[in-house]
Structures are given as structure tokens and as C-alpha cells.
């Protein structure tokens, strides 16, 4: 079974950075979909981005431009680099494994506030 862990999230100003990362276990992570979701307070869980095994990158309307979803598949990492970030991004973002048992990780808090 996948095990996902994040880490990475903490508070930051508006217009700040942050750039969360997720370690997987498991050899099959090569092969694997991969994804960021977040839920902020309040709110649903909402599909942030997502990367295919190839490395092909997609990203919701309300983070493209300023999020980007990277993968290393040597170091079985998956990363969400955060710019330019806004209140409205605060939430607990969670990392999502794909392939035949999908998995989620604990999920690490971002907070974006002055």
C-alpha cells in the first residue's frame, strides 16, 4: 500500500511562497497519477493539480499561473510550488496517489495571512 507523507506548509504573507512536498513509498510510484487537492475552511476538498506518470502537468483555473506541479520520480517526491499566494488559498493541502489502491497523505496546513 502507497504511503504519502507532506510537508512544507506553514504561514506566509500574501504574495508569498511556499513549496510543499510529498514522499511516497511503494516502487510503484513511477507509474502512478499523481495529484494535489486542498480544503480550506468551510469548503469542500477541491482538485488543486495534477501530473501524469509522464510528467504532463494540469492545474485548476484558480492556481494556474502561480502553482506548479512538478514529480521526481527518482526520489518517489511529488512537489507543489506556491506563488504569488492569496487568502484565499489557505487550506489544508493533501496529496493524492492514483493507480489500482488510490491513496491520500495526512495533509499539511497552509495559512496565508498578514
Known amino acids: 500500500q502507497v504511503q504519502l507523507v507532506e510537508s512544507g506548509g506553514g504561514l506566509v504573507q500574501p504574495g508569498g511562497s511556499l513549496r510543499l512536498s510529498c514522499a511516497t513509498s511503494?516502487?510503484?510510484?513511477?507509474?502512478?497519477?499523481m495529484a494535489w487537492y486542498r480544503q480550506g475552511p468551510g469548503k469542500q476538498r477541491e482538485w488543486v493539480a495534477s501530473?501524469?506518470?509522464?510528467?504532463?502537468?494540469v492545474h485548476a483555473a484558480s492556481v494556474r499561473g502561480r502553482f506548479t506541479i512538478s514529480r521526481d520520480n527518482a526520489k518517489n517526491a511529488v512537489y507543489l510550488q506556491m506563488n504569488s499566494l492569496k487568502p484565499e488559498d489557505t487550506a489544508v493541502y493533501y496529496c493524492?496517489?492514483?493507480?489500482?489502491?488510490?491513496?491520500w497523505g495526512q495533509g499539511t496546513q497552509v495559512t496565508v495571512s498578514s
Open positions: 501530473i501524469t506518470s509522464e510528467g504532463r502537468p
Open positions: 493524492w496517489s492514483g493507480g489500482s489502491t488510490p491513496a
Open positions: 511503494g516502487s510503484i510510484f513511477s507509474i502512478n497519477a
